[in-house]
């Protein structure tokens, strides 16, 4: 599903319901529910006679907030501590405060990368002449020559707050090359 069409997915409240029943009013799949269940961000599920999880509009509204957290890139992790907050009503806030700092760093870092990544992709679109053989590609030629020259292995130390691979670095040189110059 498109990140646009995914985040604004409208949440409908109603009484007990099985997960197929929870995936289809939050536009969430069944197996993403069971894993935030297992990640402990969903609680668990009543269970009827036959085995079949209930859920309640608790879990929707909950169910809902992780799903919105999730359209701003916030990790699971970061979820988890606005979570802890929302179910600790009593608890000073200074916390999520500082989250959210933190992961407004993140993004103004991740939109400075995805600018120098238009920047390397408009490069490689500068080196196309329609109507010339694949073999003759000015943008095919430009990415091999990129991949010959890029490392491709990823990070030794992840990125505080976002897990290995998460915004990694990727591009050539023409990319890094405009990171450094903003």
Known sequence: MPRAAFC???????????????????????????????????PAATRTESNYRVYDSSHVERLAFIRHCRCLDMTLDEIRVLLHFKDAPGENCGAVDALLQAHIGHVVSRIRELQALEVELRGLQEQCSPGHLAGDCGILGGLATAARQHNHMPPTQPREGHPPGVHSEIGSGTRQAAISKR
Request: proline share 3%.
């Open 8 to 42: 604004s997915t409208p949440i409908f409240e109603s009484g007990a319901m099985k997960i197929g029943e929870l995936a289809k009013a939050t536009g969430t799949q069944t197996e993403t529910i069971r894993y935030y269940e297992r990640e402990q961000l969903l």
